[in-house]
Nanobody, 126 residues
Framework: QVQLVESGGGLVQAGGSLTLSCAAS????????MAWFRQAPGREREFVTA????????YYIESVRGRFAISRDNAKNTVYLQMNSLKPEDTAIYYC???????????????????WGQGTQVTVSS
């Protein structure tokens, strides 16, 4: 089973950028679709974006489309989330996860993803 460690979070002003990284362990990383979720205080964990194991296809929630970009480097067992034009409402803990499974591409349901990293805090000040 893949194990995940996120990094790259921090405090940034509105309009700024951050790049999150998720380092995965396990020989089978390259065979998994991967995704990012986020959870703001007092809110449920929310899907953000996913990428196929090939890196060819992606999908995003509407609120981040055009501002965020997911990518992966299978040789480095790492998935990235480039976040531009950040807004205060992007403030959350960001989690890396595996999924969705084959046949569930397009899902945003938390139950279709896992395991989870420990998360990295992103705070956007206004």
């Amino acid at each position: 089973q893949v194990q995940l460690v996120e990094s790259g979070g921090g405090l940034v002003q509105a309009g700024g950028s951050l790049t999150l990284s998720c380092a995965a362990s396990g020989r089978t990383f390259a065979s998994y679709n991967m995704a990012w979720f986020r959870q703001a205080p007092g809110r449920e964990r929310e899907f953000v974006t996913a990428i196929t194991w090939t890196g060819v296809s992606t999908y995003y929630i509407e609120s981040v489309r055009g501002r965020f970009a997911i990518s992966r480097d299978n040789a480095k067992n790492t998935v990235y989330l480039q976040m531009n034009s950040l807004k205060p409402e992007d403030t959350a803990i960001y989690y890396c996860t595996s999924g969705p499974p084959k046949g569930r591409w397009g899902s945003t349901r938390t139950s279709d993803f896992g395991p989870w990293g420990q998360g990295t805090q992103v705070t956007v000040s206004s």
